[in-house]
């Protein structure tokens, strides 16, 4: 059964620093997402990827994958404040008869001024 | 239509009705999901549809849960006798193929009194 992790579940940010999330997952994978969610708001796709090495940048955010590991990263570059909100990973899992979407646990990033 | 639509936005219900919970999907889109999102945690998957075929409903927590597709499109998660555990909110999804981004709905707000 598919499993995904994300690290850490909360994390408050200074301006202008620079952090990382974690997304670790538990079978074979090659399609992993990342998604943005304001609160009370539905999720805001963010980033895809698709493939061993994949990487993708937008603005102040940057997301890999490895494929190899099971470990996808955002990283957080000059935090600023619009970019407090809660991340989630989804990996597309292949098992069989089915195959589907499965979200982290999600982090709540804040960032302090 | 422009994005994934779902109805109502907000149900209250007593214990012990049912209700049914609508998606309308974007056009073209062959696979739809369902999810239920707790507050502070993320979509937890309950079944998914690869046109009208419901590929997994693994998800579903009982079986007062149950979901249709019956045309390949429009799709309703119905929860029959509701208890208050029920409450949550009920999330769609729906993506151009099997293992592509998807694309998710406002929610259905639902509250078992």
């Known amino acids: 059964e598919l499993k995904v992790e994300q690290n850490p579940l909360f994390l408050s940010m200074q301006e202008e620093k620079n952090y990382t999330i974690y997304c670790n997952y538990s079978t074979t994978s090659d399609r992993l997402y990342w998604y943005r969610q304001d609160p009370g708001k539905s999720l805001e796709s963010l980033f895809v990827?698709?493939?061993?090495?994949a990487v993708k940048q937008e603005g102040r955010l940057m997301a890999s994958l490895d494929t190899k590991a099971r470990l996808s990263t955002l990283h957080i570059t000059a935090a600023v404040h619009d970019l407090s909100a809660t991340y989630f990973c989804?990996?597309?899992?292949?098992?069989?008869?089915?195959?589907?979407?499965?979200f982290g646990t999600g982090t709540l990033l804040a960032v302090q001024p | 239509g422009a994005g994934v639509s779902q109805s109502p936005r907000y149900k209250v219900t007593k214990r012990g009705q049912d209700v049914a919970l609508r998606c309308d999907p974007i056009s073209g889109h062959v696979s739809l999901y369902w999810y239920r999102q707790a507050l502070g945690q993320g979509p937890e998957f309950l079944t998914y549809f690869n046109y009208e075929a419901q590929q997994d409903k693994s998800g579903l927590p009982n079986d007062r849960f149950s979901a249709e597709r019956p045309e390949g499109s429009i799709s309703t998660l119905t929860i029959q006798r509701t208890e208050q555990r029920d409450s949550a909110m009920y999330r769609c999804?729906?993506?151009?193929?099997?293992?592509?981004?998807?694309?998710f709905g406002q929610g259905t707000r639902l509250t078992v009194v």
């Open positions: 989804a990996v597309f899992g292949y098992g069989g008869a089915t195959n589907k979407l499965i």
């Open positions: 990827l698709l493939s061993n090495g």
């Open positions: 999804a729906s993506s151009l193929e099997s293992d592509t981004e998807a694309f």
